[in-house]
């Protein structure tokens, strides 16, 4: 036992310097393996494809079926979405984020645009996950091992022809904390779940 631990001690300080910054993040979002699917050619027209809506609908996320999302815990797609939402109206990026996911009221504010009033609905859907193993990331802590994931795909399209705008991938991670990568399944999810919307918010701004 102790021999096991003066190596893994010596293994630590030996990329300690490497690593260091990288290890102060409760998460990442992996920039460079974010997907970024790029439009048919007929949406390639301009490089700014949200710049004429002012309003955006977000509807309810769902999750793939497949086995790439077995392991998804049932329900925090629905989770997600009121984290975009949230994420949405904190960033001011659209004079107004309505919640999809409940249908407004004849003759409320939501339930009809105003004149000139350009809407763009935006779809979720989890499409690969990956719980990640608590234990290798605390045995091998800050190393970028057992670490969870989720992917999403957002899809925008126009609220008045239904046309689609434009869609993208993004991939979030949870790699560790200052804990040696010791979480909950719901601190796990919650930093994930974060990764996502700020990493979609990051794009829409590009977009807008």
């Known amino acids: 036992m102790n021999a096991r631990h003066q190596m893994r001690t010596a293994i630590l300080r030996s990329i ?3 690593v260091l910054a990288a290890a102060t993040l409760a998460f990442q979002v992996d920039g460079r393996k974010a997907q ?3 439009p048919a050619p007929e949406k390639q027209k301009t490089s700014k494809p949200l710049a004429d809506y002012s309003v955006i609908v977000v509807e309810p996320f ?7 999302t077995k392991d998804f815990p049932a329900g925090e797609e629905a989770n997600l979405q009121l984290s975009t939402i949230a994420g949405l109206r904190a960033s001011a990026l659209f004079e107004k984020v309505i919640d999809g996911s409940t249908k407004p009221a004849e003759g409320s504010p939501s339930s009809s645009p105003k004149e000139g009033e350009r809407r763009v609905i935006l779809s979720g859907s989890v499409i690969g996950f990956s719980k990640g193993n608590s234990g290798a990331r605390f045995m091998t802590w800050p190393l970028p091992v057992g670490v969870s994931k989720a992917k999403a795909r957002f899809v925008f399209r126009d609220a008045e022809s239904k046309q689609e705008v434009f869609r993208f991938q993004k991939e979030a991670k949870f790699q560790a904390t200052m804990s ?3 979480a909950t399944k719901e601190e796990q999810m919650t930093h994930v779940k974060v990764g996502l919307v700020e990493a979609l918010i990051q794009e829409i701004r590009q977009r807008l």
Do not use: C, K
């Open 16 to 18: 300690a310097g490497l």
């Open 36 to 38: 970024t699917t790029p």
């Open 62 to 68: 769902i999750v793939e079926n497949s086995q790439a």
């Open 180 to 182: 040696g990568g010791l």
